[in-house]
């Protein structure tokens, strides 16, 4: 259902390493980007993930309540990628645990404070 998610950012070079070094860990590549814009993913009919300068000219902000939610293949990978992205200079939001029986999940903020995931069930 979902195609992609874009995230704000007002460092464009910080963050495309900061997610360069984290979602090749789940195999994602650059699929395109400009000098505003960078998107990541594993295949051209799988959803994606995106980094953007706000076409608005405006700072970036954090979307209050906003999450996203990027699957794992199991535990072991969700606990991988959360001590990644702990080492990339990302921050605490819910370390690696079930909640509420077979969900399994990490939770982080990026380097511009955008809340995200990783998951398995």
Known sequence: ??????????????AAKF???LLAEIG???????DRFIAWGNASDAPGLGITKPFDGKPATVGNGVMV??????????????????QLGASDEGPPGLRGGTFYAAYFRDLDGNKLNFFCM
């Open 28 to 34: 994602a590549k650059r699929v395109m980007g400009d």
């Open 1 to 14: 259902m979902i195609g992609y998610v874009t995230l704000g950012t007002n460092d464009l070079p910080r």
């Open 69 to 86: 939610a990027l699957s794992a293949k199991n535990p072991q990978q969700v606990d991988a990628l959360y001590k990644k992205a702990m």
């Open 19 to 21: 997610y360069d070094a």
